[in-house]
């Protein structure tokens, strides 16, 4: 399977968090992250409500996103485990643990993914 990511900039209030690999077909938000033993840019997974990290080697900082890009929960998930799902959510951004800190990323951010 050929999965292809689309590639963007994750913003907030004009200002680059991050470059991202956007998962907007089936078969790219099937892959995401699965396999990487590091992470390297920001995965955003469209028309997504939850996500697991069986097959993810690393633990991930999880940001679950409404339809306006307003950040409704953010959470740590470690390898091998499997989110609940999020009812308002529509877009799920992950990064390596530890990354929304060094962001400043918190609930009620918006985050505009940009085409690059």
């Given at each position: 399977m050929n999965t292809e990511f689309?590639?963007?900039?994750l913003m907030r209030s004009g200002d680059v968090?991050?470059?991202?690999?956007?998962?907007?077909?089936?078969?790219?938000?099937?892959?995401g992250l699965i396999g990487r033993t590091s992470v390297e840019n920001a995965m955003v997974i469209t028309q997504c409500k939850w996500i697991h990290t069986v097959g993810v080697k690393v633990p991930l900082d999880v940001a679950y996103l409404d339809a306006l890009g307003t950040v409704i929960k953010t959470e740590r998930i470690k390898p091998l485990r499997i989110s609940a799902p999020v009812s308002r959510c529509k877009t799920v951004v992950e990064a390596g643990a530890g990354s929304f800190e060094r962001w400043n990323l918190k609930v009620g951010d918006v985050i505009e993914v940009r085409n690059t």
């Open positions: 689309r590639s963007a900039w968090l991050a470059s991202a690999d956007v998962a907007d077909t089936p078969q790219s938000r099937r892959k």
